[in-house]
């Protein structure tokens, strides 16, 4: 059972350096979205999807883009990479599209920017 | 004043020790709720949902107080493998957008022989 797979695991950048952080999963699930997870501050919302072509912000999407052109996959890119993006990145998928159902998450990407 | 608060702890406790966490949120029209574990480095994993009801599955029993906007979690007969920081999810319901789970910062607990 694949469920949320993330790519990469470990990155590291420099300031102004761009890179995109893949997100894929395998169980149909209509609602996608990416969290950081900061110390201190549990998971904040960067961008969510609920479904192919639908995408909104969260609660932090400042200088992150994403896009939603399937199913499966909700990749996630920094433009103009910044120490303060300095996180480990969740994605996480769930059932229904007005979610009310919990989701499951990949293993993460510890992303530093220098 | 935050969506979702939780006590940071850390919980200090020994093993076979009963430990309840509560948490409070903000938006009234919230309706689902869930518990997550989270271990040291590793992603989030659903524990539990919570319900109106209250539900109970095995040495954890979850509870929710709509009037008072706070859900409970409570361990008994805690194992050293309990140790893990617990997050307290609630829905926030759509203005004009979708539903969004928003994660509160996570209570740790630690349990020792």
């Known amino acids: 059972n694949a469920g949320v797979t993330q790519t990469p695991k470990f990155q590291v950048l420099k300031t102004g350096q761009s890179m995109t952080l893949q997100c894929a999963q395998d169980m149909n699930h209509e609602y996608m979205s990416w969290y950081r997870q900061d110390p201190g501050m549990g998971l904040r919302l960067i961008h969510y999807s609920v479904g192919a072509g639908i995408t909104d912000q969260g609660e932090v999407p400042n200088g992150y883009n994403v896009s939603r052109s399937t199913t499966e996959d909700f990749p996630l890119r920094l433009l103009s990479a910044a120490p303060s993006q300095t996180s480990v990145y969740f994605c996480?998928?769930?059932?229904?599209?007005?979610?009310?159902?919990?989701?499951?998450f990949g293993d993460g990407t510890r992303l530093s920017i220098l | 004043r935050k969506e979702v608060e939780q006590d940071p702890g850390p919980f200090n406790v020994p093993e076979g020790a009963t430990v309840a966490f509560n948490c409070t949120y903000s938006n009234s029209a919230s309706q689902s709720f869930f518990w997550y574990r989270q271990d040291c480095r590793k992603e989030p994993k659903l524990l539990m949902s919570?319900?109106?009801s209250g539900n109970e599955d095995g040495r954890f029993t979850a509870q929710l107080n709509r009037a008072s906007q706070y859900i409970s979690l409570l361990i008994r007969d805690s194992k050293l493998s309990d140790s893990a920081t617990y997050l307290c999810v609630v829905n926030i319901p759509p203005s004009g957008g979708y539903n969004k789970l928003i994660f509160g910062a996570g209570t740790r607990l630690a349990v020792h022989p």
């Open positions: 919570v319900y109106s």
């Open positions: 996480a998928s769930g059932t229904g599209v007005y979610s009310n159902q919990p989701q499951h």
